[in-house]
């Protein structure tokens, strides 16, 4: 089973998922945006993929204002009140855990690779 956190208002987001349907699987789409976060799931998510709340910091977002210097247990508490602040997409598989930027990162999750001619959302072909 594969689990996409997914935003689909973001290219990225819903390219990672149509390369996981074109390896064949229909995986698991929560839109975070609407179903939001708990701290101990964000907790979870971040150890298995090796990500710190801020490395995981969408900071480019009016939300992400006033939190530059700000410490974990802030950021976590801000992720929580503002999911859009978590950076997208996140994949789970029994392979691992990643924040899939870019595109290509989901493929080593994968257990089959998609057609060769897959494209990423700029229009370039996957790297391997």
């Known amino acids: 089973m594969i689990v996409i956190h997914h935003n689909p208002a973001c290219g990225t987001s819903r390219n990672v998922l149509a390369i996981i349907r074109a390896s064949g699987v229909e995986p698991v789409v929560i839109e975070y945006l609407k179903e ?4 101990p ?8 993929a090796g990500l710190t709340p801020r490395a ?13 210097e700000a ?16 950076n997208r997409p996140i994949v789970c598989s029994p392979k691992g855990v990643r924040l899939c930027r870019p595109s290509e990162a989901v493929l080593p999750l994968l257990d ?17």
């Open 71 to 86: 410490d974990d247990e802030t950021l976590l508490a801000a992720m929580v009140a503002h999911p859009v602040l978590v």
């Open 56 to 68: 995981a910091l969408r900071a480019n977002v009016p939300e992400a204002e006033g939190l530059a």
């Open 41 to 48: 799931q964000l907790l979870g998510l971040f150890a298995a």
């Open 36 to 39: 939001g976060w708990t701290r």
């Open 112 to 128: 089959r690779p998609p057609p060769v001619d897959f494209r990423k959302e700029d229009g370039s072909p996957l790297a391997a």
